[in-house]
């Protein structure tokens, strides 16, 4: 069974912090995406990142897959009130299923 | 407005009735895919049409059943309901399969939450 575990499972930091969010595998995936849920809304994808050692920036947002594709990281630098939410990673597992991690739950204080 | 439309928003049961989620994709997406979303948790994955087909698995009770339909829209069959079951079920769709490139992503719906008392 192919499982991603996150950590933090839950994270409250002050506005202007860092923080590093880590979405981790024993398996291999062919590509792995990161969302952001808010409350009463469907995830909505941030970015996909689909070689091995990738990073992708996306404004205060860095994003890294793992050398092996077994795992991946998302970093967000000076946080915002904005940023909170639940973070999920997800793994494509073959060709048609998606694994969502574990869930990161983020809250920004002002 | 990710263009996946999903009803009811909101459903209230008792034990052992039946529901039905209905599911409309967006437009030209032939992949849809079923998650369900216990409170403040990540999404268990249920099922995976392409196409009308069955093509993934995960852990779904044998209580629920889907199907996809000819025009694309697909509908999630929850049976002999249990306090258990009560969350928050997600349709997602996709124009492609997983894995396949950028255009695998998943689009999501706002979800059906489902209580059973």
């Known amino acids: 069974t192919q499982l991603l575990e996150q950590s933090p499972q839950f994270l409250s930091i002050q506005e202007g912090e860092n923080l590093t969010v880590y979405c981790n595998s024993s398996?291999?995936?062919?590509?792995l995406q990161w969302y952001r849920q808010e409350p009463g809304e469907g995830p909505v994808l941030l970015v996909t990142?689909?070689?091995?050692?990738e990073v992708k920036k996306l404004k205060r947002l860095t994003f890294q897959f793992g050398d092996a594709r077994k795992d991946s990281s998302l970093h967000i630098t000076a946080a915002q009130p904005g940023d909170t939410g639940l973070y999920l990673c997800?793994?494509?597992?073959?060709?048609?299923?998606?694994?969502f991690g574990t869930g990161t739950r983020l809250k920004v204080l002002a | 407005d990710s263009g996946v439309t999903q009803t009811p928003k909101h459903l209230i049961t008792a034990t052992g009735q039946r529901v039905t989620l209905r599911c409309s994709p967006r437009?030209?997406?032939?992949?849809v895919y079923w998650y369900q979303q216990s409170l403040d948790q990540g999404l268990q994955f249920l099922i995976q049409y392409y196409n009308g087909e069955e093509r993934a698995k995960g852990n779904i009770l044998e209580r629920f059943s889907a199907q996809q339909f000819p025009d694309l829209h697909s509908e999630l069959n929850l049976s002999s309901l249990e306090l258990g079951d009560s969350a928050l079920y997600f349709c997602?769709?996709?124009?492609?399969?997983?894995?396949?490139?950028?255009?695998?992503?998943?689009?999501f719906g706002e979800g059906s939450r489902l209580t059973v008392l």
């Open positions: 437009s030209g997406d032939l992949s």
């Open positions: 997602a769709s996709s124009l492609r399969p997983a894995g396949r490139g950028i255009t695998g992503e998943l689009f």
């Open positions: 990142v689909v070689t091995g050692g």
């Open positions: 398996s291999v995936f062919s590509s």
């Open positions: 997800a793994g494509a597992a073959g060709t048609y299923k998606y694994i």
